[in-house]
Nanobody, 126 residues
Framework: QAQLVESGGGLVQAGGSLRLSCAASGRTFTFSNYALGWFRQAPGKEREFVAAISWSGGSSYYADSVKGRFTISRDNAKNTVYLQMNSLKPEDTAVYYC?????????????????WGQGTQVTVSS
């Protein structure tokens, strides 16, 4: 079992930046064995993929809508994955979730992820 806890959300003006963190814990959970993903869900919309990083950390993937603005990274020593979000737009407003996929390559398919956090709200004002 694992627990994922997101933090770092908040209210920011368009063009601003935020860095989300997701800390993982669990007695038998080995963070370095998991690919990590970020997903988001805006009100009235389906959950969508944002970014993912492979379990090895060697590969990362992004949705076209955030490519060039968001950066995913991981710190295995801290059991934490980050999402640096720059040049934020009002359409980035959503609840952001992190998720973990055992030995994953970093897929955009949400059903591949075994563990999910509770989410953190990001609101971008125009």
């Amino acid at each position: 079992q694992a627990q994922l806890v997101e933090s770092g959300g908040g209210l920011v003006q368009a063009g601003g930046s935020l860095r989300l963190s997701c800390a993982a814990s669990g007695r038998t959970f080995t963070f370095s064995n998991y690919a990590l993903g970020w997903f988001r869900q805006a009100p009235g919309k389906e959950r969508e993929f944002v970014a993912a990083i492979s379990w090895s950390g060697g590969s990362s993937y992004y949705a076209d809508s955030v490519k060039g603005r968001f950066t995913i990274s991981r710190d295995n020593a801290k059991n934490t994955v980050y999402l640096q979000m720059n040049s934020l737009k009002p359409e980035d407003t959503a609840v952001y979730y992190c998720a973990a996929d055992f030995r994953g390559g970093g897929t955009a398919r949400g059903t591949s992820y075994e563990y999910w956090g509770q989410g953190t709200q990001v609101t971008v004002s125009s």
